[in-house]
């Protein structure tokens, strides 16, 4: 039986010139690539995948994984912008506006959205009771990314957990919610600084 590993640090050639990553086997379905803070490249592959599969996997998104890590240094050389409450409830609420078209054929009512500052989540949704809510921190984000979490909200009103019908459902409405939760992870700061009397909580 292939167990488990720990991580195995490897070097790849690739276009964009030698690629370290950390390697580990877990028990999943997919390989999976992470940029994580620092730049740091991991890739969980499932048991039975070999080593060399994982190195063509990186090669072949060696030119985004170069990119990802611009970007992320780029955002981290700049501060995030400060927030008014006032443009928070609209930045938001104008996230909510543009996706919700998205899933109103689906038979989805338009629901309440709540903002709070959230500590470890960028929003949730309570189905049963008909609304979302939205983390403050989300507006110093960029437009995109908040319609990524705003869209992955609604869906929970379709799918209420993350099985294959939710990602397919995201598959479907935004092919690059991937990319832009990748993103989304270079944010992570925002989460962490967030000034409770200039953004506070909202009902």
């Given at each position: 039986m292939v167990k488990q590993s720990m991580p195995q640090f490897r070097v790849v050639d690739t276009p964009q010139g030698p690629i370290t990553y950390a390697l580990t086997r877990k028990r999943v379905k997919n390989l999976n690539l992470r940029v994580g803070s620092g730049g740091r490249i991991s890739v969980s592959i499932p048991l039975r995948c070999s080593a060399d599969q994982a190195d063509d996997f990186l090669r072949d998104r060696s030119g985004w994984i170069l990119?990802?890590?611009r970007r992320r240094e780029a955002r981290q050389a700049e501060p995030l912008p400060a927030v008014s409450r006032e443009e928070c409830a609209r930045l938001l609420q104008e996230a909510l506006t543009?996706?919700?078209?998205?899933?109103?054929?689906?038979?989805?009512?338009?629901?309440?959205?709540?903002?709070?500052?959230?500590?470890?989540?960028?929003?949730?949704?309570?189905?049963?009771?008909?609304?979302?809510?939205?983390?403050?921190?989300?507006?110093?984000?960029?437009?995109?990314?908040?319609?990524?979490v705003a869209l992955h909200e609604l869906v929970h009103f379709l799918h209420h957990d993350h099985g294959p019908g939710f990602y397919a459902r995201m598959d479907a409405l935004m092919p690059d919610w991937r990319e832009r939760r990748q993103r989304l992870k270079g944010y992570s700061g925002a989460l962490k600084d967030q000034d409770s009397a200039l953004l506070p909580q909202l009902v």
């Open positions: 990119e990802a890590i543009r996706t919700y078209p998205l899933v109103e054929p689906m038979g989805v009512d338009f629901p309440i959205l709540k903002l709070r500052a959230l500590k470890s989540q960028w929003g949730n949704c309570h189905w049963a009771q008909g609304y979302i809510t939205l983390n403050t921190a989300l507006a110093r984000c960029p437009e995109e990314l908040r319609d990524y």
